[in-house]
């Protein structure tokens, strides 16, 4: 189970690394290095999902990184409905709250409901939100929807309590991959304050600094993709980052 990974992290002050892999952009040699990461302790769990998917492609590259690995999950991020694969230890079933797409806030979630069921697979709640990182993204173009724009920190942490309310388990914050500017730490500590459920921080974020800044913020996990792809050598500074952005063990919440 992946869920009480991330809810201990949020409970403890444990920072997670999470990185993203898109199965259409994915490499042998960078699979092979960013499972030898994981396997050293610097990855905590990879996302797995992108725009287009050429499926089995994917489901080879999958089994792949899943045979390298020796603890870390997989778990899909899936940008349609047709990526789904059993070889994944969860699923984020994303319910796209910022925009106003039925498709993707319940359609699709009707049309494999019976199929999640039948894989086995553990489905995670998540409400997905799209801030404006700075340039039109795959996935706001793809979504047919609009972010929530970058300044309206209040919109934001509106729709992440609905999002709670509504029964969700899990806060991703997204400005979109390759986006030009990550979300604000300003916009993530308005969602920390109002929010309970762990956050999930991801787009724009290639250096250890911006990583440090959203965790210090609020955000329990990170998500790293672009910026791994072509060079995963500053993994172990992004992970060092990671790890000293969490609380001392001893510390509890309030
Ligand atoms: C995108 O949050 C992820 O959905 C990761 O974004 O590729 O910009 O790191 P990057």
Redesign the pocket.
Known sequence: MVYPLLSAARNSGKKLLAV?IDPDKARRDNLGELASFANAGLIDLFLWGGSLVNAPQSEYYLKLLRSSLDAAPVVL?PGSSYQLDAQADALLLLSLLSGRNPDLLIGQHVQVAAHIKRMKLEAIPTAYLLIDGGKPTS?SYMSNTTPIPADKPQITTATALAGEQLGMKLIYL??????QNPISATMIACVRHEVSLPIIV?????TPERAAQALEAGADVI?????LEQDSSWLPSLAAAVRAASRPPTETLD
């Open positions: 993203l991020f996935v997204d400005a979109g991959s390759g986006a991801g787009g724009g974020i290639r998500v790293v993709g672009n910026g």
